[in-house]
């Protein structure tokens, strides 16, 4: 019977350990979605009560996933005051788009030796979706067709792994696309420089097509400058902290901005 019952605890408590690693799962790709794509304002100081009580779990699962949060740059615990949704630190921003630059600039180079006319389908409907992201004036889904477009060189070529270690490791990077895209006039130039590189492919132009790449990656670190005098309170630079109401997670704050 003491044997039942020692099985019977130790399999209650491996379940619950599995159901608990699963809620941290999904809070853990909840909340990472929320702050990379600035649905909680960079800043913000968030209660792990407040996380657990408005998703309707316990403490222990949304504890977990603001670890991992954390090891990725995306939070920042602060001693006796909480824990703070990290500013845009541009550091990491830099070192997240050097990542990206440069494996995309080995897998355009193979895409160009191996690339179907399925592929080049591929990214003419992704340009096709770009552009009716501008007319809805859709940020989030404007970046979303953009990283498709791009996925297809990863896609074509077999190189899947690089693709999800780049989307893993880019959430200041992508705050700051989302940031940037805000303004119409970059809108504009995004469609033409997919116009550009996708021209390039079609023509072969391998040399001024990896040239508009860079360009493309690149731009951001100008506009930089002018966010930073736009939004300064949402780069690490700044010290200020901004208490967040209880109800944050109901709320959107990129589209305050729009």
């Known amino acids: 019977m003491e044997t039942m019952d020692h099985e019977k605890a130790v399999g209650s408590r491996e379940e619950f350990q599995k159901r608990t690693k699963?809620?941290?799962?999904?809070?853990?790709?909840n909340l990472r979605s929320y702050i990379i794509e600035l649905k909680i304002r960079p800043g913000e100081i968030v209660?792990?009560?407040?996380?657990?009580?408005e998703w309707g779990v316990g403490r222990s699962p949304v504890r977990d996933a603001l670890i991992r949060?954390?090891?990725e740059g995306l939070i920042t615990s602060l001693p006796q005051r909480g824990t703070m949704i990290s500013r845009i630190d541009l550091h990491r921003v830099e070192e997240e788009r050097f990542l990206r630059a440069c494996l995309e600039e080995k897998t355009v180079s193979i895409f160009l030796q191996k690339h179907t006319d399925e592929d080049i389908e591929n990214l003419k409907k992704c340009l096709n979706d770009l552009k009716e992201s501008v007319l809805s004036h859709d940020c989030r889904k404007l970046l979303w067709y953009d990283d498709n477009f791009h996925k297809v060189f990863f896609t074509a070529t077999n190189k899947e792994l690089c693709w999800e270690t780049l989307q893993n490791f880019s959430g200041h990077y992508r705050r700051v696309r989302l940031l940037t895209v805000l303004q119409r006039?970059?809108?504009?130039?995004?469609?033409?420089?997919?116009e550009?590189?996708?021209?390039?492919?079609?023509?072969?132009?391998?040399?001024?097509l990896q040239k508009l790449l860079q360009y493309h990656l690149e731009k951001i670190n100008c506009e930089e400058l002018e966010l930073q005098e736009r939004y300064p309170?949402?780069?690490?630079?700044?010290q200020g902290i901004h208490r967040q109401p209880s109800d944050f997670l109901q709320t959107d704050f990129l589209r305050r901005l729009e």
């Open 185 to 194: 006039t970059i809108l504009d130039n995004i469609i033409i420089q997919h």
């Open 233 to 238: 309170d949402l780069f690490e630079r700044e």
């Open 69 to 71: 949060l954390e090891k």
């Open 196 to 208: 550009e590189i996708l021209e390039c492919i079609i023509s072969k132009k391998e040399e001024q």
């Open 22 to 29: 699963t809620m941290g799962d999904d809070i853990y790709t």
């Open 47 to 53: 209660s792990i009560k407040d996380i657990a009580e």
